[in-house]
């Protein structure tokens, strides 16, 4: 217990870091210059009068807007605030600071410019209509910390009726770094996605998305059984749910075997845990692992504490763990994604991200940590892998070619020369401030 004690201590210090550093810097991004102003008079070029024939050119083709503005490297991170880490819905004020948090992280690892968007709006048809209303400034918009299910009624619309590219972290990011981290899990026990059993404990935007992903690379879906508030989800409860979303396919494909009862009955005869729900110790007993299959896999990803601790785990089967936890092996960081895959959409004007190129990601993020070794402590790279977000980058990019949704088409060399050109200068502009 007191190993136990001294975790829960030294997670706690960030926090009381964040309230002293907060106010000294009163926040923690700006707006500085690209381009360099030695008189007054330069403004003739950078305003008026010069800029009146930059305009006329983007209103003669809109095209230009990408290359006479950051459009083409700026995105918009909108949130209401309903749904903010672990904290619920604090509200669009008490988002800001996290949404900048988001937008330095865009900056250091993919070189995004990324602008914190927090609003009252809160309804659906209202989100959905200030991203159309300010998506002419944006190259991107990245939904954050909104509520289930509009999180999900939101991402399918502004998806269907933007040409620009939307993604909801909260469940693609998430669900990208999963899909990886599980995927070269299996490859640590000698198993496959294709085969299989898994247990899904919690059913809200982050597993639903894993679902998603999962089901899009290989997973079968009569292989799955899910839990939610009220138990494991069976046919019986189809109509609980719309008919043309991933959780009414669940009720009636999935869990073959028939099973009933909760997360204990889910977790009997399982290969694989995917658990995104109440934070613990014990919403997972360690007991329950025992009941799993041979050479478990567990991703107990509940913040700031784990459904199950990963030694308990460990010492009930379970042969690899994964949590949301960077003190612990095998950390599911939704930073391992986000910033590559918007690098890739933005260097070739992508108007959408795909399931397919967040696949790509996936596998991209596996291959490099597979490259590096793997074993059950190691399935995931670290946000110090610089390399990574290049390659995952390149990847996301080169798929958007492929499917025809990229305005740009390059060749590998130049592609990689552009991306790792951002990249780099993202890092060193960030790391020259003191």
């Known amino acids: 217990m007191e190993d136990v004690n001294g975790l829960l201590k030294k997670a706690g210090e960030p926090s009381s870091d964040a309230l002293r550093l907060h106010p000294l810097y009163r926040g923690k991004i700006q707006m500085v210059p690209k381009v360099p102003v030695r008189h007054l008079s330069d403004f003739a070029v950078w305003y008026t009068p010069g800029v ?115 993604f909801h972290d909260d469940q693609q990011g998430t669900a990208v770094v999963v899909l990886a981290g599980l995927k070269n899990a299996l490859r640590v026990v000698g198993k496959s996605l294709e085969e299989v059993k898994v247990a899904m404990v919690g059913m809200g935007a982050a597993n639903v998305a894993n679902l998603r992903l999962m089901l899009k690379a290989g997973v079968r879906i009569e292989n799955v059984v899910a839990c939610d508030v009220k138990g494991i989800i069976t046919e019986d409860r189809a109509s609980e749910f719309p008919q043309d979303s991933v959780l009414h396919d669940l009720a009636t494909m999935s869990n073959a075997e028939g099973k009933t009862g909760g997360i204990k009955e889910a977790l009997q005869g399982a290969d694989v845990c995917i658990a995104f729900s109440r934070p613990g110790p014990n919403t997972i007993l360690p007991g329950w692992i025992s009941a799993m299959n041979d050479d478990a896999i567990v991703f107990a990803c509940a913040n700031p504490v784990p459904e199950v601790w990963p030694w308990d785990a460990v010492e009930n089967g379970a042969k690899v763990v994964a949590t949301g936890r960077s003190d612990f092996p095998n950390q599911v960081n939704n930073s391992l994604g986000f910033p590559a895959i918007f690098r890739g959409a933005l260097d070739v004007r992508a108007k959408k991200i795909t399931e397919e190129m967040c696949i790509a990601a996936a596998d991209a993020i596996a291959d490099f940590a597979c490259a590096r070794g793997l074993d059950e402590n190691h399935i995931v790279p670290t946000m110090e892998d610089e390399e990574m977000y290049v390659r995952e980058a390149v990847a996301v990019a080169k798929m958007a070619i492929e499917q025809g949704v990229a305005a740009l088409s390059m060749s590998d060399e130049e592609l990689l020369r552009v991306v790792e050109q951002n990249i780099r200068r993202g890092k060193e502009l960030t790391e020259r401030v003191t």
């Open 52 to 166: 009146a024939a930059v305009s006329k050119a983007i209103q003669q083709e809109k095209g230009k807007v990408y290359e006479y503005t950051n459009r083409a490297n700026t995105i918009a991170i909108v949130s209401d605030g309903t749904r903010v880490l672990g904290l619920g819905n604090v509200g669009p004020e008490a988002a800001i600071p996290v949404m900048e948090g988001k937008a330095l992280i865009f900056k250091y690892l993919g070189g995004v410019d990324a602008i914190p968007v927090c609003v009252s709006a809160t309804g659906v048809d209202d989100l959905v209509s200030l991203c159309k209303w300010i998506s002419p400034s944006f190259g991107g918009i990245n939904l954050e910390d909104i509520e289930s299910p509009k999180c999900f009624y939101l991402l399918d619309r502004l998806r269907r009726e933007l040409d620009i590219p939307v």
